[in-house]
C-alpha cells in the first residue's frame, strides 16, 4: 500500500516567492485568472443564447437551459476523480492537460447534431473543466503563504468572473447574428488562447508531493470531511447560493425577451456586463476579510446578494441593470469566503474537501439552476425571485449556526 501523502519543501522556490510581491505570486496571478477564462467562459458561453438553442431544437425553456446544467453535472461528477489524479500526478500536470482536453471537446461540441449528443459531449466538457476549480484552491492553500490564501482565493475567483462574463459576451451577439454555433465557437478560440496563457505562466511550486495516498486514504478524507458539520454547512451554501445564481442568470433572459422588454438576444447579452461587479468583489474580498473577518464579509454578500435580487422585480431596465449588479457582487463576495474555508479548514485532505465544495457548488448549478424555471413557468419573475431568496436564507442561517467558521481560518 502506498505511504500516506506528505508534503517536502522544494529547494528552488522559497515562500516568500509566493506572498505579494514575489515573482512566483504574480505569475499565479496571471495564470489562475487565465485558467478562470479558459474554464468558464466555454461553461457559460450559452447562456445569453438560450432561447435561441431552444427555438433551434424546438425545445422549452426548462430543456434548454440542460446546455448550462450538463456542463456543470459534468463538474460535479469528476470533482473527486480530478483529486486523486492531483495527488498522484501533481496539480499542474493535470490542470494543464485536462483543460486541454476541455478546450478539444469545446470544438466537438459545436458540430454534434443533436440536442441530445451536444449534451452528452457537455457533459465530457464539464468533466474536463472540473480540473481547474477542484485543484486550483487547494493548490493555492498549499502554496500560498496562509494569512495571503484569501486574497489569492478573491483573485481567482475574480478571474472566474471575467470568464463567465466573457463567455456570454462574445458568443452572445455573434451567435445573434450567425448562429448559435458560431457563438459558442468563437467562445471556445478565447478558451484555447487563455489554456496557452496558463501552461506559460504557472509557476513551479514551492511543495511537492513525494508520495501518493492511497483511494482508501482519499475515501477516509471524504467520509471525516461529510462528519464535519462546518465543512457540511460550507458545502451546502455553495449548492444554495450557485443553483439560485445560475437560476436568476437563465431566466432572466427570457425575461427581458417577452413582453413588456422586448429586447433582442445581442441587447440582452450587454447585461451580463453585471458581472464585472462580481470581478471586482471578489478580489476586494480579501482584503475586506482582513479588516472585518470573514464572517461578517460573508453574511454582508448574502444581504447584498438578496436585496439586488429584490430590484430585478422592478419593470425598468435600469433598476434591473442595478440589481444585477448588485445580487452578482454580493454573491461573488459569498463565494470568495466560503471557497477559501473550504481549502483552509480541514487539517488533512484539502483537495477533497475543495472537491466536496465544488461539487455542492455546481450540483447547485444544475439542479437548482434548472428548478427554478418551474416557479418560472407557473408564477412568473416573482415565483423566480422568491425562490431564491429563500436559498440564500437557508444558506446563511448554516453558516450562522456553526461558530467553528471563525476568522482565523
Known amino acids: 500500500m502506498p505511504e500516506p501523502v506528505t508534503v517536502a519543501e522544494n529547494s528552488l522556490t522559497s515562500i516568500a516567492e509566493y506572498a505579494p510581491g514575489g515573482a512566483s505570486y504574480k505569475r499565479l496571478m496571471i495564470a489562475l485568472p487565465a485558467a478562470g477564462l479558459a474554464t468558464f467562459a466555454p461553461l457559460y458561453s450559452a447562456h445569453g443564447l438560450l432561447p435561441r438553442i431552444g427555438a433551434t431544437f424546438g425545445v422549452s425553456e426548462t430543456t434548454s437551459a440542460l446546455i448550462i446544467s450538463s456542463g456543470t453535472i459534468g463538474l ?86 471575467v470568464g463567465g462574463l466573457s463567455g456570454r459576451l462574445i458568443a452572445a451577439p455573434i451567435g445573434a447574428e450567425w448562429g448559435w454555433r458560431w457563438g459558442v465557437g468563437a467562445v471556445v478560440v478565447v478558451s484555447l488562447i487563455a489554456t496557452i496563457v496558463f501552461c506559460i505562466k504557472l509557476p513551479a511550486p514551492r511543495t511537492e508531493l513525494k508520495t501518493v495516498g492511497s483511494v482508501s486514504e482519499m475515501l477516509a478524507n471524504v467520509c471525516q470531511h461529510l462528519r464535519t458539520p462546518a465543512l457540511v454547512a460550507i458545502y451546502l451554501q455553495g449548492f444554495l447560493l450557485f443553483g439560485g445564481f445560475i ?28 458581472y464585472l461587479a462580481g470581478t471586482v468583489s471578489a478580489r476586494l474580498t480579501g482584503r475586506w476579510a482582513l479588516r472585518w473577518g470573514r464572517r461578517r464579509v460573508i453574511n454582508a454578500g ?9 430590484l430585478t422585480l422592478f419593470d425598468s431596465i435600469f433598476v434591473i441593470l442595478l440589481g444585477l449588479v448588485t445580487l452578482t457582487g454580493g454573491f461573488f463576495m459569498c463565494q470568495a469566503i466560503a471557497s477559501g474555508w473550504a481549502g483552509t479548514l480541514p487539517t488533512r485532505g484539502t483537495a477533497q474537501s475543495t472537491s466536496l465544495y465544488n461539487m455542492g457548488y455546481y450540483a447547485g448549478s444544475a439542479i437548482l439552476g434548472y428548478l427554478c424555471g418551474f416557479p418560472y413557468r407557473w408564477f412568473g419573475w416573482f415565483g423566480v425571485v422568491a425562490t431564491v431568496l429563500l436559498f440564500i436564507a437557508l444558506a446563511q442561517a448554516l453558516i450562522l449556526t456553526h461558530k467553528t467558521l471563525d476568522d482565523r481560518q
Do not use: H
Open 76 to 161: 460535479t461528477i469528476g470533482a473527486l476523480m480530478w483529486s486523486v489524479l492531483g495527488d498522484r500526478f501533481g496539480r499542474p500536470r493535470v490542470m494543464k492537460i485536462a483543460m486541454c482536453i476541455a478546450v478539444a471537446l469545446g470544438f466537438l461540441t459545436i458540430i454534434m447534431p443533436t440536442f441530445p449528443l451536444i449534451l452528452a459531449t457537455r457533459v465530457l466538457q464539464g468533466i474536463a473543466l472540473g480540473a481547474l476549480p477542484t485543484l486550483a484552491m487547494a493548490y493555492l492553500s498549499e502554496q500560498v503563504e496562509r494569512k495571503y490564501t484569501v486574497i489569492a482565493a478573491g483573485a481567482f475567483i475574480s478571474g472566474n468572473t
Open 247 to 274: 437560476g436568476t442568470y437563465n431566466y432572466l433572459t427570457y425575461r427581458l425577451e417577452d413582453e413588456p422588454f422586448n429586447m433582442p438576444t445581442s441587447l440582452v447579452s450587454l447585461l451580463f456586463i453585471a
Open 302 to 310: 448574502a444581504l447584498v446578494y438578496a436585496i439586488g435580487l429584490i
